[in-house]
């Protein structure tokens, strides 16, 4: 099973159409917040995708949600930063992790720990995309572009991380899995150069 949570900030619906045009080096105000998260996190602890770093189950240290009827979660986030300085616009999108909020019932089982990877390693997948797609913003079209792209984004990483829930059948499904982790590595590396 997979949840995320998204370091979005207001500045999506209230503070991107209170920013002023650029005067100088004003920088966008990015207020993280949790838009949703099943846990409330106590620690900051997250692990930053790195192809060099796969997931262990001492990786998952929450509790696991005994009402829940799913034998492991992932959560993971998409942090996305952008500024405007001198008319340049910047951003970083990292893809974490989450320790505190993630958790298994069942942390022997190699074969759900290799579907919660691919969970994570699909959120690297949308990481990369939204790199790419930022390229279309500048400092003068921000105050439109940067919301629709990261919006858009989101909605995608949602949509697709649900579809492969549902296909794979939460990883009981081998063979869809195993589809599923085809191309996930196949978009990973056509996406390498916004790694």
């Excluded at 009827?69 to 989450?98: E, I, M, W």
């Excluded at 579809?163 to 939460?170: I, N, P, Q, T």
């Amino acid at each position: 099973m997979f949840t995320f949570t998204l370091f979005l900030s207001f500045w999506a619906r209230v503070m991107l159409p209170l920013l002023q045009p650029e005067a100088g080096a004003a920088v966008l105000p990015f207020t993280n917040i949790l838009l949703y998260s099943p846990i409330e996190s106590t620690t900051n602890e997250q692990i930053t995708w790195s192809v060099d770093r796969r997931l262990t189950w001492d990786d998952f240290k929450a509790a696991p949600d005994d009402a829940n009827p799913h034998h492991a979660l992932t959560a993971a986030n998409l942090a996305v930063n952008a500024s405007c300085k001198k008319n340049q616009f910047t951003y970083t999108v990292t893809c974490v992790f989450l320790p505190q909020q993630s958790w298994s019932k069942r942390k022997g089982s190699d074969k759900l720990l290799a579907h919660e990877q691919l969970h994570f390693d699909l959120t690297e997948v949308h990481a990369r995309q939204l790199r790419h797609d930022l390229q279309q913003v500048n400092c003068s079209n921000h105050k439109v572009k940067l919301s629709q792209v990261v919006n858009a984004a989101f909605k995608r990483w949602k949509e697709e991380q649900n579809r492969f829930d549902e296909a794979s059948r939460h990883g009981l499904d081998k063979e869809e899995q195993e589809v599923w982790a085809n191309s996930i590595a196949a978009r990973l590396k056509k996406l390498e150069a916004y790694q």
